[in-house]
């Protein structure tokens, strides 16, 4: 893509003179008549640079230069001057300008200033993504707690897949948190201002199925009293989210397939298609693959679902981080009771890290909260240990869980890790590789 150049002076000779010395340069040139044609069509994110009169009806480039600073105050202006408005276009330059070229002038001294504004212009922005995507990751760490590599692998796929305009298949066990991974492709995308509309298929009786998901007017059926806008026309704009996406009628599955396909919906007992524009997050317990050979699941509907698809882990491929999520979901119970919850002993800890956890996530929150209560006893002893892993792998457990938590904390820096596990470089380097933990991981936590 060519760098991006507005032109701004009311003299229309002027204009097509620049365009024409900018164009054979290899700019993309944008004219506009006046300041208020230029502000009226600004992107705030505009990548490139403006060039504008000083002298002009209406507003002037001063004013003009006020206005973009409030837009963007790193927005390179260029200012063209005759020679009486030097004074002027100094006090341009004191106020946020970028530089002043004064008339007459050559094309060289116009592109060489153009030039050193635009590479100023793309370190801004290359600058301002980077800030964005790591305040984006400091927030999602936030949300999706863990430091083992499954969930730091998991963290990197939602923050790609957010801002890209596909739909979405989770899949995972019950109470790996898939909901709340369809929340933060939502909210880290681009229509996290929109509806986020979620819909357990599995909670909807068939024959109320297609009036919820699709809507209806007065009388489509009976006991329709009154018109009902359904869920995905609900969800127009933003995400519609479809948990348990296996159960779903089959006759649904045909009119959703539909919809995907046109952007169309159409309530019960009317002939009027309704356009809509949604991204679709689905999530299921089983493969979809299985259930398409089996005959309950559409082919062509997964292969509009599966774009792209994630795997969610089960909490005990990620065991290291159960410490960290049990603590979490203690204090957040205890602060809600208006209690203290007290940590757990080393014991407790052990019958945490050994425990299967069929229910994931979900039940070792249950856990936390009973916890927090005081339901359990304070070893933990009313949680189950069948096939409970021996000593040595709850303490490989708890090793890796420790290592991942101080170079997370210590932001990838090997002697601060060091000095925080009060073990020497050798060592650290040792225990590192045998937990399949590498430095790189954590630098961009800082």
């Known amino acids: 893509m060519n760098p991006s150049v507005i032109v701004v002076d009311d003299e229309a000779p002027i204009r097509e003179a620049l365009q024409e010395w900018l164009s054979l340069s ?63 276009a100094v006090e341009a330059m004191r106020l946020g300008a970028y530089d002043f070229i004064e008339k007459p002038f050559t094309p060289e001294r116009l592109l060489d200033s153009l030039r050193r504004a635009l590479e100023k212009r793309r370190l801004v922005q290359e600058n301002r993504r980077l800030r964005q995507h790591v305040e984006q990751r400091e927030r999602l760490d936030a949300r999706l ?34 909901e709340l991974v369809a929340r933060c492709l939502h909210d880290f995308g681009p229509r996290a201002d929109k509806p986020f509309v979620a819909l357990n298929c599995a909670a909807i009786p068939e024959h109320l199925f297609e009036s919820e998901l699709f809507g209806h007017e007065t009388g489509a059926f009976t006991g329709a009293q009154g018109r009902r806008v359904g869920r995905i026309e609900h969800a127009d704009g933003g995400t519609l989210f479809l948990d348990e996406i296996e159960s779903m009628p089959l006759a649904q599955q045909v009119k959703l397939l539909r919809v995907l396909q046109e952007q169309r919906v159409e309530r019960l007992g009317s002939n009027r298609s309704i356009a809509v524009d949604l991204r679709v997050i689905a999530a299921t317990k089983p493969d979809l693959r299985q259930e398409v050979r089996a005959g309950r699941f559409r082919e062509d509907l997964l292969y509009r679902l599966n774009v792209a698809e994630l795997q969610l882990p089960p909490l005990r491929e990620r065991r290291e981080d159960i410490p960290l999520l049990f603590e979490q979901f203690a204090r957040a119970a205890a602060e809600r009771l208006g209690r203290e919850a007290p940590p757990p002993t080393p014991a407790a800890l052990a019958r945490l890290l050994a425990h299967d956890w069929p229910g994931n996530v979900r039940e070792l929150a249950n856990a936390a909260e009973r916890h927090a209560l005081g339901l359990a006893a304070p070893d933990l002893e009313a949680l189950p240990g069948d096939d409970e892993p021996g000593l040595a792998e709850r303490l490989e457990a708890f090793e890796a869980q420790c290592l991942r938590q101080a170079l997370a904390q210590c932001r990838g820096d090997i002697k601060a890790a060091m000095t925080l596990l009060r073990l020497p470089r050798r060592t650290l380097n040792e225990k590192m590789q045998r937990h399949g933990l590498a430095r790189g991981d954590f630098l961009d936590e800082a």
Do not use: W, Y
């Open 145 to 178: 707690l863990g430091f083992s590599r499954a969930l730091e692998q998991l963290r990197r796929q939602v923050l790609d897949l957010a801002r890209a305009p596909v739909n979405v298949l989770l899949r995972g066990e019950t109470g790996t948190g898939k």
């Open 26 to 88: 290899g700019f993309e040139v944008r004219l506009c008549a006046s300041a208020e044609v230029c502000l009226a069509g600004l992107d705030p994110d505009f990548p490139g640079v403006v060039v504008s009169d000083l002298r002009m009806p209406g507003l002037d480039g001063l004013q003009l230069l006020e206005r973009l600073q409030a837009l963007d105050r790193e927005l390179p202006l260029l200012l063209i001057t005759g020679h009486g408005d030097v004074p002027q």
